[in-house]
């Protein structure tokens, strides 16, 4: 995380179990239209969310048996993820 336009960086991992991130996206939450969403993916551990521009993560896996994430996409209001078991599409 840079907060002075990458001059200098810190981690931003609090929350994080796995720290192999195979992909992100980012976009607007559900449930506020003005509210901001980053999305990480792993390979192994699923989905997580930050809605404080990284500084927190928090699993996101209820219901989702892929947890192999290797592709990310926010479009039209859903999050389409591509896995080791194809393309999954979530709408919350």
């Not at 995380?1 to 931003?12: A, C, F, L, T, Y």
């Not at 720290?19 to 559900?30: F, K, L, R, V």
């Not at 989905?47 to 896996?61: F, V």
């Not at 999050?79 to 078991?85: E, K, R």
Request: charged residues 10%.
């Amino acid at each position: 995380m840079s907060s002075d336009s990458g001059k200098s960086w810190m981690s931003s991992n609090n929350g994080l179990v796995n720290m192999n991130i195979t992909s992100h996206a980012s976009g607007q939450t559900p449930q506020d239209s003005t509210g901001q969403i980053i999305l990480a993916g792993t390979y192994g551990d699923g989905l997580y969310a930050s809605t404080d521009n990284g500084q927190n993560w928090m699993p996101k896996n209820q219901s989702l048996s892929a947890l192999q994430i290797n592709a990310m996409e926010v479009a039209g209001g859903l999050l389409y993820m591509g896995t080791h078991q194809g393309i999954i599409r979530s709408c919350d």
